[in-house]
C-alpha cells in the first residue's frame, strides 16, 4: 500500500473510532444520569468501546510499517488512551458549558381536611447530556402561603397524597430513589412509606 492510500486508511479509520467513542460516552451518560437502570444499553456500550479499540488498532497496524508486533500493541494502547481522554474531555468539556433546563409541572395538590394546608406534587423532567433520565417527584406542603419541601423521589411509578388529619400527611410512593425526606413541616408530621408498606 503505498504512502497517500494509508493515510486515507488512517484518516477514515480515526473518524469512525472516534464516532464508536463519542457514541460510548454518550451511553455511558444515559446509563450514569439513567443509574444503570437500562441494563440493554450493556450489549451496544460494548459493541462502540470494542469497535473503537478494533479500528485504532487497525490504525496502528498501518502506522507499524516495519515494526515488530510490540510496537502495534503499544501503539494501539496509546492510541486507544488519547482516544478516550479526548472523548471524554470533551464530553464533559460540552457538559460543563451546557444549559440544560428542567422542566417542573405540577402533577396534583390536596387540601388538608381543615383547608388550611395543601400538599403539591410536581415532576421535574430532569435534562442531561442523556436527554433523558428519570423523573423527580417532589412534595412540599404550603403553609402560610409558603412552599416547603418535604420530599423527593426519583424514578418513582407514581405518588399518593393522603391527609390523615390536618397536620398528618402520608406520601405513598411506588418504587424509587428517595433524595429527601422531611418528617416534620412546621405542625405538619410528614410520614412517606413505599406502597405495600402502609
Not at 437500562?38 to 469497535?51: A, D, N, Q, S, T
Request: hydrophobic share 55%.
Amino acid at each position: 500500500m503505498d504512502g497517500r492510500a494509508r493515510i486515507i486508511w488512517i484518516a477514515a479509520l480515526a473518524i469512525v473510532a472516534l464516532g464508536c467513542a463519542i457514541l460510548a460516552a454518550y451511553l455511558c451518560s444515559v446509563l450514569w444520569w439513567g443509574e444503570w437502570a437500562y441494563p440493554e444499553l450493556l450489549l451496544p456500550l460494548g459493541g462502540c468501546l470494542l469497535g473503537a479499540v478494533l479500528l485504532l488498532t487497525g490504525i496502528a497496524v498501518l502506522l507499524r510499517r516495519r515494526s515488530g508486533w510490540v510496537a502495534v500493541v503499544r501503539t494501539a494502547l496509546l492510541l486507544t488512551v488519547g482516544c478516550c481522554a479526548m472523548t471524554g474531555g470533551l464530553f464533559l468539556r460540552c457538559w460543563q458549558i451546557a444549559d440544560f433546563p428542567a422542566t417542573a409541572w405540577i402533577v396534583s395538590q390536596r387540601k388538608s381536611p381543615d383547608g388550611l394546608r395543601t400538599a403539591v406534587w410536581s415532576e421535574e423532567a430532569c435534562a442531561a447530556v442523556a436527554a433523558y433520565c428519570p423523573p423527580v417527584s417532589h412534595v412540599a406542603v404550603v403553609l402560610d402561603g409558603k412552599e416547603v419541601e418535604a420530599f423527593s423521589v426519583r424514578g418513582a411509578d407514581g405518588l399518593q397524597l393522603d391527609w390523615r388529619s390536618s397536620d398528618f400527611l402520608v406520601i405513598s410512593y411506588g418504587r424509587g430513589r428517595v433524595l429527601h425526606v422531611r418528617n416534620n413541616v412546621g405542625p405538619v408530621r410528614v410520614h412517606a412509606v413505599p406502597v405495600g408498606f402502609q
